[in-house]
Structure formats: C-alpha cells, structure tokens
C-alpha cells in the first residue's frame, strides 16, 4: 500500500495521515497574540473607532482585525497531527476560557 503525503493547509509541509475536514483559517500566531494584548484582549477592537491614531497603528488594528477574522473562519482543509496539537496548545494558552467546557464533546 503506498502512503499518501498531503500538504498541511498550516505549516504547508508534506506530512502523512492529515485530518480532512473543518479547520480554521489560521492557528493563533504568536507575534498578532501579542499586538492583542498590547491595544487589550478584552477589548482591542474598540479602539478601531478611534479618531486620533496615526496611520501605523491603525494598519496595525487593520491588520488584527484580518487576523481575528482569519482565526475565526472555518473552511474545508488539510492539517498535519503536529499542527494540530500546537493550535491545540496555542488556543489554551491564549484562549483558555474558550478551550474550558469542550473537552468532553
């Protein structure tokens, strides 16, 4: 039998026995956690409304907000075991709350 090789849709390495079905966009990407807790986890979306940016910080907002957006999606795709268990570990790392309650499901 010959073993099938699949790109990951995340690391986009050539990996064997990937999962197919329903995956984010994105995994949590350390370096945009961390423009995120800088404007404010709880509520740095806000601070899109504001008038008194300079033109870097809200390409900065912008940029999160593509982000939020791409770590909320879900679509049809192909991720490798290795991926999965480090968004697994990035998710609990910057999302706990939202990890808690779905690991009996």
């Excluded at 912008?62 to 791409?70: A, F, N, S």
């Excluded at 879900?74 to 910057?94: D, F, M, P, S, T």
Aim: hydrophobic share 25%; with cysteine; net charge negative.
């Amino acid at each position: 039998m010959e073993v099938i090789k699949e790109k990951c849709h995340h690391c986009g390495k050539e990996k064997e026995n990937c999962y197919h079905g329903f995956i984010a966009m994105t995994i949590p990407i350390p370096e945009a956690e961390a423009k995120i807790d800088k404007w404010g986890r709880e509520n740095w979306f806000k601070n899109l409304e504001r008038t008194d940016l300079t033109e870097e910080e809200s390409k900065e907002l912008d940029g999160l907000c593509t982000y939020d957006q791409l770590l909320n999606t879900v679509g049809r795709g192909v991720q490798c075991n290795e991926c999965a268990i480090k968004e697994e570990e990035l998710y609990e790392k910057y999302y706990p709350k939202i990890n808690k309650g779905y690991e009996n499901i």
